[in-house]
Structure formats: C-alpha cells, structure tokens
C-alpha cells in the first residue's frame, strides 16, 4: 500500500470510560459512533464503508441506520481495529468507498448486551486446553512468561516497572481509571493473579466504547481536525492456542506485522516519536520492543526499569495509561488507536512534545493476532 | 447443586484417536510419511508440507517444562486454586498445554526445564487426560 494516501478525519471514544451499568454494548458502538461522527463534521449518511468486530457489520449498521458498499467484520481479538485500519485503507485507495466508519464497544465490565465468551468443547481449544484449567485470558495470555523471562534474563521487578510507568502516565490523563501512583513493591505486593503475574500486572475490566473514520488523504483536508495521516500498516496471526506458538521467546504474529509497517512506512525505529504496544498483561511491552526491533528482547525489562518510556523519558510508551491503567474494555485496540490519534492531533492529556509519528501495535487473542499501524501528521 | 465440572473435551473424527491413545494409557502423535515433520494437535495432513499421509505412533511420553502459570483466580470449574497451567514440550518436538502432577504447585517446586513424563487420568469412562509428572531418576 501508499504510504499516506488515506488519513483519519474523525476519532472518538465513548462520553463515559469506566464503569457504565446504563447502557448496552450496542448503544456504545452508537455513542462512539455519534461522537466520531460529529468530531469529522460528518453525517452518518457520508458513511459508505463500515467494520467493526464481535458485534456484526449488520447489526451495527442496521441500528445505527447505515447503507455501506463496502464492510469488514474481522474478528480477531483485540488489535481488530489496526486490521480495519488497514482493511479500510485499502479499501479507500481501491476505490471501493470513501469514508469509513470503524466501530469498537465492549461492555466488558457491565456485562449489558454482551454475549459471555464461551469455548465450543469440540473445538481445538476447548480439547487441548480448556481442560488443563484456562479460565479466561488472565490464565492464559501469562503462559509464555516464565519461558521468555528465563531466556532473556527479564526479572520480576523490571515486569513490575511496566505497571509503574504507565501509572505515571495515566496520572496525567482525567479519563484514566487508575491515577494514584504506585511502586515496584505495590506491585509485587498486590495480589497474585496467575503467577508470576499479580494484580497490577493485570489489565483492567471496563466498560467504553471508540471510534474513527477514514477518507483519502485528498480530501481529508477538508474536514475541521488535523488529519492523521496511514502510513505504514501489518497484520498476521499464528494461532488460537497460546500453547502451540513456534516459541515463547516471541510472537511470531508481532515480528510479521511490526517491520511490514515500518517498512510500508520507510522508517527507522529512530524515527518514531511515539508509541502504543497494547499491555493487556505487562509482559506485552517486552515482547513488542522486542519484536518490533527496537532492541534486542534481553534489554528491554532494563529499558523500561530505568526509566526511558515514562514521561519525558527518549521513549514514550503507552501514554493514556494503557490497558493497565487507563481503561480495557476486553479488546483495548481502539483505545491505543485513539491515543496515537490524539498524540498526532497535538491534543493528548500527556501530549508529547512535537511528535510526528507514532506507532501502534496491538495483539488479539492472546497471541492469535496482531496488527501494526505507523501514524504521522505530517504528508 | 452439583459441584462444577472441569471442562470435557468433546473428540472429532480428526481427533478420535488421540482420546482413544489416552483412554489407552498412550500418548499418540502424528508423523509426516513424506518430510518426517512430528506434529499436534492431530489432524489428517502435514502442517509442514502439506501431504496427507501421515501416521499415528505412540510417543515416548517424555519431555520437559516448557512455562507454565500458577492459577490462583479466576479458577476454572472443577479446579482448587493454586494450579499449575503447564506447557510440556514433548521429546519428539511438539508442545503441550497439561497440568503437572505428583508435585507442589509452587515456583520453587516447578522448574523450567525439570524432566517430565506423561501419566493419565480418568475424568470419566469416556475420556482419559495425558498429564505429566516430573521424571524419576
């Protein structure tokens, strides 16, 4: 694909993050929709292109009263959303429609409309795993762990400084859940989830919902916000089962989607200004500096221990909070997305200074996915 | 109220014979008649080279810990929480996701790396899981 062909015009999330008991899963893909919508200047009938995940292209469309030529539903987790951002990219450059709408809600927390996971016994999941005792991704996303920390010499204390840095960061954004600074010791106090993994290593469980739209770059211009530019994009899957991945050194996932980006992109990791890894569990940053070539995955606990992705450090990293802090509705894609969105529009709560490009990586059921988006507000 | 059930697999044509082995007290693999490649899950071709003649044989049952996580909550149905969630790599290559036996499900007692061999447990007269206890000797 070009780089810098089709830009987002329009990003939002839901009115309220958090805890949301009065509204269903459905009328989140709504109100984010809504939100989006007047955030481009748009009307809903502009929208010839649509996707979303979990929930339906039809139902979505058909509640919110859209007619689209062109519709994704890739379901694969929580990085759906960088695919329909690469999906509707394509789409655009193709001709196939002009302005896309991607949806993402998830009453994660409420539980208001939201169909319980389940795992079909017959499934391969469900004969060679379900049994050994998995009981959602707290159980499992950790698996790799233990392996990858032995390999590499990751401690547990460089684990726990993930949680402690994207606290500082939330810290500085209103709409963060968690906002009281923490230490190492908090940390590896809390309580034990799935060891080595312990409460604040853990994401959060929340309600909320986010937006965006997509047009060409030629016209994005015209629309009232700054737009933000696709340019570089990847995505690829291993598997479903955590315990049939080539290695837990890595995610095979990861190393395929990140370089397709920067190199769709032509950028080197110097270039990047700032960056989304999705933490849904705190070894995730690890494996993404590790996998997407910024550094060798031994030096990446040290990296965040001493301090270089916290604010004002060489390397923002995860600048909401993160799926450990700021919000995880279930699939924290959208959310990295909007803070890329936002740190390229110039209007983050933790706003890095003069920053051009930003990365955003997102993984989905538990390693199954993974997609890869390079943003830049500059053509 | 009946005590909650761990969950039972439910075989497929694809997968009869690895559930028959484990009834059996075998751990069955499959293997690629044409590249050799071992593999699992089961299914009727070669993952690697795509060629549909492949063979069923009875593993060694040996292979060591691979990473496992120590549940504690949420716990699965029919699980005392803290278990040990374990992926066993197998002397012939493959990987598995099993629960280790005959062993504290602490840190200390869990080793990476710790030689293991399979054993199996009945959860009813349908279906025998291959677990793994550490190797003796």
Redesign the interface.
């Known amino acids: 694909m070009r780089k810098n062909q089709v830009a987002v015009v329009g990003a939002a999330e839901t009115t309220e993050l958090g805890v949301i008991p009065n509204v269903s899963q459905l009328q989140l893909h709504a109100d984010a929709a809504l939100n989006a919508i007047a955030d481009a200047g748009l009307k809903l009938s502009d929208i010839d292109g649509f996707a979303t995940a979990v929930e339906t292209p039809q139902q979505v469309c058909h509640y919110l009263g859209i007619r689209p030529t062109w519709v994704d539903g890739t379901s694969v987790g929580g990085c759906s959303f960088m695919l329909h951002v690469r999906h509707a990219a394509a789409a655009i450059e193709a001709g196939l429609c002009k302005t896309v709408l991607i949806t993402h809600a998830e009453s994660g927390k409420s539980m208001i409309g939201k169909a319980p996971r389940s795992?079909?016994?017959?499934s391969?999941n469900?004969?060679?795993?379900?049994?050994?005792?998995?009981?959602?991704p707290?159980?499992?996303f950790?698996?790799?762990?233990?392996?990858f920390m032995?390999t590499y010499g990751i401690t547990h204390e460089q684990l726990a400084s993930v949680a402690v840095v994207q606290r500082e960061w939330a810290a500085k954004n209103p709409r963060a859940m968690m906002k009281d600074p923490i230490t190492v010791a908090d940390v590896l106090n809390s309580?034990?989830?799935?060891?080595?993994?312990r409460l604040l290593q853990c994401c959060l469980v929340t309600d909320g919902g986010g937006a965006l739209i997509l047009t060409s770059a030629d016209r994005a211009k015209d629309f009232p916000r700054k737009p933000v530019y696709i340019m570089g994009t990847g995505e690829s899957v291993e598997t479903p089962?955590v315990?049939?991945m080539e290695t837990?050194n890595s995610s095979r996932a990861f190393k395929t989607a990140g370089p397709l980006a920067f190199k769709e992109a032509g950028i080197a990791h110097k270039d990047v200004d700032h960056l989304m890894i999705y933490d849904a569990f705190a070894h995730l940053p690890l494996f993404g500096l590790g996998d997407l070539g910024f550094m060798p995955h031994e030096e990446t606990g040290q990296f965040i221990a001493d301090g270089n992705t916290r604010p004002g450090g060489k390397l923002p990293l995860n600048t909401n909070g993160g799926g450990l802090s700021y919000m995880h509705s279930g699939m924290y894609g959208m959310y990295a997305l909007q803070e890329s969105v936002r740190q390229m529009r110039g209007i983050a709560p933790a706003q890095v200074a003069g920053a051009k490009i930003s990365v955003c990586h997102g993984v989905g059921g538990m390693f199954a996915a993974s997609g890869t988006i390079v943003f830049t507000n500059e053509r | 109220m009946a005590e909650p059930q761990?969950?039972?697999?439910?075989?497929?044509p694809e997968?009869q014979h690895f559930?028959d082995g484990a009834k059996a007290g075998e751990l069955r693999l499959q293997r690629c008649d044409a590249c050799a490649h071992v593999y699992?899950?089961p299914r009727p071709f070669c993952p690697s080279c795509a060629s549909r003649k492949v063979s069923i044989f009875k593993a060694s049952g040996k292979g060591f810990l691979?990473?496992?996580?120590?549940?504690?909550?949420?716990?699965?149905?029919?699980?005392t929480p803290?278990?040990a969630?374990?992926?066993v790599e197998l002397a012939e290559g493959p990987?598995?996701?099993?629960?280790i036996i005959d062993c504290p499900q602490t840190?200390e007692a869990l080793e990476?790396d710790m030689k293991l061999e399979v054993a199996f447990e009945a959860?009813d007269d349908k279906?025998t899981?291959p677990v793994f206890r550490p190797a003796k000797g």
């Not at chain 1, 469900?126 to 959602?136: D, L, T």
């Not at chain 1, 950790?142 to 392996?147: G, N």
């Not at chain 2, 761990?6 to 497929?12: H, S």
């Open positions: 795992t079909a016994p017959d391969l469900g004969q060679f795993e379900a049994p050994f005792g998995v009981y959602g707290p159980s499992m950790p698996i790799p762990v233990l392996r032995k309580r034990m989830i799935a060891y080595p993994f089962m315990s049939q837990f | 761990r969950a039972r697999p439910k075989p497929t997968t559930w699992f899950p691979y990473s496992y996580v120590i549940n504690h909550r949420p716990a699965a149905p029919g699980f803290p278990y969630i374990a992926v990987r598995m996701m099993s629960n840190p990476l959860l279906i899981l």
